[in-house]
């Protein structure tokens, strides 16, 4: 939290901080976080007797000593602190942006070339929850990147390179796995926040293999856990496993170091890697402690030679990011997050997406011979695949030579050249500095955990840092300078309450909870105060219709004769078939009409664009918006049976394609009623060919009928074996596009290279039959494909 002092009565200050950092990097993608509130945290520890260091709703604690600071008071349901957000963010890539989602906000803007220009809109002022920002962008991603500063030849330079991991053999150097799922149970993850994170663990369960071994730790005020120690895959394991999930319920305090000593302190399984995934929003306040410990922990670990990692796994809307950063850090894995507007399914694949993929450990850069001083981090962490190593530091004498990182992956060495030239001068990229003395800071700032010891020197290294580089910290505060200065009178501290962070019970959590004074009435929670909202008692519908006065709007989805008439347009991100969420209102209407009304027994979903871009792309995209349409509907009850989704691309434009308006009109869905009698039963599937592929997954794909062509020329073995393995791919698409609407919770497990029949049967029950005939019918074509490529091999 921040304090601002000295504030004359009746006067108005303005206050401007400009902070630094690093964006998140997996692959071509970055990510952007910009926190608006504090979530209300836990404090354990006894009180202490001196004055209390902030102005906050707790005592500070022996364990907690700024607790104070970090304990503002909460505004109430139905309540405002009146404090609105407006928030503008222009990207400038250097490489062409592909495509950007914002999962927390609605935003006005657009990406073109390599600038994406964002405004939140209008409608979203309360500052309730985290601003992210992912961006995607093109172009060959390089092997190594370096940015350099040196503003004079006889001052310190300063560096940051990004490495990029080697490509490795997957299937060679993945070994037998460990995996504890650790929930947070406290009274802060109370209602949605619980749901999401237990959702994520049955997603996990799913995705194990048959030769992991698991156990399942829940903690709040104390811990419990589903095995002593952990178990090997089976059925009966993941049935215990779900029933234990589905027992949990939130409530009580967070002490986490509890769970911490669970789940690292017994030894691992000899010859298995230990994965801990965290499932929490980390409102706590001993972050120091928490961090300490696992990094201790972690350290023993390898001290016996055993591997240990953990994960952080995010679950809210306005999480503890410094905690969960720091347990992926000192526990040398890595942080995934889910915010309260995302399915946790994403963040699940993703981690196990990562878990699949070979390490890089024992990482060591040999700067061959350059003048490099105090390279950041201090222990280089272990380096996944699609993630970037970044190393920051200083540097004396400019110099070129080539610098090599030396690392183990499953035993073997792997060695990687890099180029690296560290100039004279370069006047570029000045926030390095300050970059470089944050990240010394942070390193340093490891040193002052213990609290029982004293460190001084320390303390004055920070400050000096802090001075130089105008880098905040504990121990150092901006100062403005007025020219006048006002004596006299008694002074008043104020705390400002905050808004409760979206989808937690502050009350639930502990907090202290403002219900009249100091807050603002906002009766329908819509963000738009009751002093001006036309109807206090109705929420708004934020659609671009007249958002301001608070009101809902009339009907937007109309049945007619032939057709389903939607008086709004469903908006996708740029170039993406992601909706945006202003259009879920709409979304949950349609779905709502088409459950009311029965009588409508089949409907076409038509995704439609503007003539930007090639037809390829264009019948591309409308299919998949299409496709994303009638997922959202299934999501929301509507009888997959009664949709079909279809792409027309650009070629059922109802205005000419000839300005802006006009495009923005045709890129549009609309809905077509086919059937409103009764339809004859009877397969849904054809018998299995590549055409068949190609319907199940709605792509264009079909390599098993390229293998099998005999007029197909291959020159290379390696071309056989690449069109093999595009028949594999082809085949989970096609099951996975079939499991987007029949069967959403097996998508995880869909998600594999190779696609197997006996374990999407392990996994699904009697109301998945047409999934397991579709992967079966994929297998067999598959088959055939292997068959034609044996005997291809052999004849050459």
Same mark, same amino acid.
């Given at each position: ?159 940051? %390179? ?6 490795? &053999?997957?299937? $060679?150097?993945? #070994?037998?796995? /460990? =995996?504890?799922?650790? *929930? @947070? ?52 394991? %993941? ?6 999930? &589905?027992?949990? $319920?939130?409530? #009580?305090?967070? /002490? =986490?170091?509890?769970? *911490? @000593? ?105 700067w061959g011979g350059l003048d490099v001083h105090e390279p950041l981090p201090p222990v280089l962490p272990d380096l996944f695949a699609s993630r970037p190593l970044t190393v920051i530091g200083r540097y004396g004498k400019a110099g070129k030579a080539t610098v090599t990182l030396r690392a183990l992956s499953g035993g073997r060495a792997v060695e990687m050249p890099i180029e690296v030239e560290l100039p004279e001068a370069d006047a570029r990229n000045p926030a390095l500095g300050p ?292 028949a594999a791919r082809a085949d989970a698409r096609a099951c996975y596009g079939l499991a987007l609407l029949t069967a959403p919770d097996l998508r995880g497990a869909l998600k594999l290279k190779y696609l197997k029949s006996g374990a999407v049967k392990r996994l699904a029950g009697p109301e998945h039959a047409e999934l397991i005939a579709c992967v079966a019918e994929s297998q067999q074509v598959r088959g055939q494909a292997r068959d034609a490529l044996v005997t291809w091999k052999l004849?050459?």
């Open positions: 939290t921040q304090s601002v002092a000295n504030i004359p009565p009746e006067s108005t200050i303005d206050v401007v901080i400009r902070s630094l950092q690093d964006l998140t990097n997996d692959g071509d993608t970055y990510e952007l976080v910009f926190p608006m509130v504090l979530g209300p945290r836990y404090f354990p520890g006894g009180a202490l007797a001196s004055p209390p260091s902030g102005a906050g709703t707790k005592a500070d604690t022996d364990r907690v000593p700024d607790a104070s600071r970090l304990s503002p008071p909460v505004v109430g349901a139905g309540l405002r602190s009146g404090h609105d957000i407006a928030l503008h963010v222009r990207v400038d890539a250097g490489q062409p942006i592909v495509g950007y989602s914002v999962p927390t906000h609605d935003t006005v803007g657009a990406a073109e070339g390599d600038v994406l220009d964002l405004r939140l809109a209008e409608h979203e002022r309360v500052p309730n929850r985290d601003f992210v920002l992912r961006y995607a962008v093109g172009g060959q991603t390089p092997t190594a990147s370096l940015l350099t500063h040196r503003p004079a030849a006889d001052e310190d330079g300063f560096f940051a %390179l990004r490495i990029h991991p080697p490509t490795l &053999d997957l299937d $060679a150097l993945v #070994g037998r796995r /460990e =995996l504890i799922f650790v *929930i @947070d149970t406290s009274g802060s993850m109370h209602g949605l926040p619980i749901a999401m994170a237990k959702r994520a663990i049955e997603l996990a369960l799913r995705q194990l293999r048959p030769t992991d071994t698991f156990n399942i730790i829940a903690f709040a005020g104390s811990t419990s856990q589903l095995y002593r120690a952990p178990q090997r895959v089976s059925h009966e394991t %993941l049935d215990a496993g779900l029933r234990f999930v &589905d027992r949990l $319920a939130a409530g #009580g305090g967070t /002490e =986490l170091v509890n769970a *911490i @000593d669970a789940s690292l302190a017994p030894p691992a399984e000899a010859g298995r890697d230990r994965y801990v995934f965290f499932l929490t929003d980390g409102y706590v306040g001993n972050e120091d402690e928490i961090l300490a410990r696992t990094r201790q922990y972690i350290k023993d670990m390898l001290g016996r030679g055993d591997r240990g990692r953990v994960f952080g796994f995010g679950v809210g809307s306005s999480v503890n990011r410094c905690l969960l950063s720091g347990l992926g850090a000192q526990g040398r894995g890595t942080t995934f997050y889910a915010t309260t507007r995302e399915d946790p399914a994403e963040a699940v694949n993703r981690f196990f997406g990562l878990i699949d993929q070979p390490v890089l450990t024992d990482v060591q850069v040999d970059l470089w003395a944050r990240a010394r800071i942070d390193a340093l700032g490891t040193g002052l955990w213990d609290q029982n010891e004293s460190h001084p020197e320390v303390i004055d290294a920070i400050v000096k840092l802090s001075m130089k580089h105008r880098v905040m910290t504990p121990f150092t505060s901006f100062v403005a300078v007025d020219k006048e200065r006002v004596q006299g009178g008694p002074p008043r501290t104020i705390g400002i309450p905050v808004e409760a962070p979206e989808g937690v019970d502050a009350r639930m959590a502990g907090a202290e909870v403002v219900t009249e004074a100091g807050a603002q009435v906002d009766t329908d929670a819509d963000g738009i105060l009751d002093a001006v909202d036309a109807c206090p008692n109705e929420p708004e519908t934020f659609n671009g219709d007249n958002d301001a006065d608070g009101c809902p709007d009339a009907a937007k989805v109309i049945i007619m004769e032939s057709r389903i008439e939607i008086r709004e347009r469903i908006y996708f991100s740029a170039g993406t078939d992601r909706i945006e969420k202003r259009s879920l209102p709409l979304i949950d209407e349609m779905a709502r009409v088409l459950v009311e009304n029965p009588q409508v027994k089949r409907v076409e979903v038509e995704g439609h664009t503007d003539d930007v871009g090639s037809d390829e792309r264009n019948f591309l995209i409308s299919t998949r918006r299409a496709e994303a349409v009638v997922h959202a509907l299934v999501a929301r009850g509507v009888d997959p049976k009664r949709l079909e989704a279809k792409g027309y691309g650009e070629t059922r434009p109802i205005v000419p394609n000839d300005t802006p308006e006009h495009r923005a009109e045709n890129r549009r869905v609309e809905l077509t009623i086919l059937e409103t009698g009764q339809r004859a039963p009877g397969p849904r599937f054809a018998a299995p060919s590549p055409a068949h592929l190609a319907t199940c997954s709605g792509t264009w794909v079909s390599a098993a009928e390229g293998v099998r062509d005999p007029k197909v020329t291959l020159a290379k073995a390696e071309g056989a074996d690449a069109l093999w393995l595009n004849g050459e």
